[in-house]
């Protein structure tokens, strides 16, 4: 992206904030924009885009959503989220599958199981993997995560309905309901075959146990295909991508997408309208998706150039 950018005569510059779950990044980002020096885009997800807008610090894209089509490129549930009172504040990139489960099949049949489709398959071929020394679930103990493993056993004993009436519409029903004190006994159990130092560990390093073969599994969203792709792996053969236990046929999802902040200069105003139209554009969504393990968000892609997780 920041060469596409550069070929088009802008200077990028990069405001990188490390952390997984982002927060460290919102924090700085909070800092900046009250101070009266917000970047010209900066990465917000789903709900915040509104907040951030509600506090007058988005610009509209409706300029180029329009010239480029994205009412007819991007699904409503997408576009709505990038939208403020009807106009575009952010442009998406992506779209991630939260519920997966990636699997080194080496492992699996080293000890003679098979890919576990249900919550208790899973703990079936757990309990067989840590008989054989094997770490059943690779897994890293930070709050996103831990809630990232919640989601999935959460959408596999409730069914998307009451997942959405529990964490969506905050049904207080569904939430206080014998059904989710299950979800919660369910967690506990998938939980205890992660090993002792999971603590504060990240994610792409659970990821790498996988990889090693330290681990058999690890339910993570599909930028952890990531880093398969890095190491060189082939999906389908050296390691595997399947639905979290319980969720086949199930999506949980979430978008990378970059909120545009309200700008001065005539300058810095063409250089983010140019940025938001780049991301859409059919070459970048190829070629970041590829390496990121997400899918284009365009809906008019083609995908034959894409692996085997990414066209499941």
Request: charged fraction near 25%.
């Amino acid at each position: 992206l920041k060469k596409m950018m550069e070929e088009q005569g802008h200077t990028w510059k990069d405001f990188a904030v490390a952390g997984g779950g982002g927060e460290a990044a919102m924090t700085v980002l909070k800092t900046r924009a009250v101070s009266g020096n917000p970047p010209a885009a900066a990465q917000i997800k789903g709900l915040d885009i509104r907040e951030w807008a509600e506090l007058g610090f988005l610009t509209s894209l409706d300029g180029v959503a329009e010239a480029e089509n994205w009412d007819q490129l991007i699904p409503p549930m997408i576009s709505d989220v990038m939208k403020y009172e009807g106009e575009y504040v952010a442009v998406p990139v992506n779209v991630h599958r939260v519920n997966w489960l990636w699997v080194n099949p080496e492992v699996m049949k080293d000890v003679g199981v098979e890919v576990p489709t249900t919550l208790d398959e899973f703990f079936e071929v757990a309990d067989k993997l840590k008989a054989e020394g094997y770490i059943p679930l690779a897994h890293g103990g930070q709050p996103w995560q831990d809630a990232t493993v919640f989601d999935a056993v959460a959408l596999a004993e409730l069914g998307p309905d009451d997942y959405r009436k529990a964490f969506v519409e905050h049904d207080m029903d569904v939430i206080n309901s014998a059904k989710m004190e299950e979800v919660f006994a369910q967690f506990a159990k998938v939980m205890s075959y992660v090993d002792d130092d999971a603590a504060g560990r990240d994610w792409n390093t659970a990821t790498g146990m996988v990889i090693r073969g330290e681990a058999a599994m690890q339910i993570m969203g599909d930028w952890a295909k990531g880093e398969f792709t890095a190491a060189g792996l082939t999906p389908g053969e050296d390691y595997l991508c399947a639905p979290a236990p319980g969720t086949a046929g199930q999506f949980t999802f979430n978008v990378d997408s970059f909120a545009m902040f309200t700008l001065s200069e005539e300058e810095d105003i063409k250089a983010q309208k140019d940025l938001a139209r780049t991301i859409l554009e059919p070459e970048f969504q190829t070629l970041f998706n590829q390496n990121k393990g997400s899918i284009p968000v365009r809906t008019d892609m083609d995908m034959s150039d894409f692996d085997t997780c990414a066209q499941a």
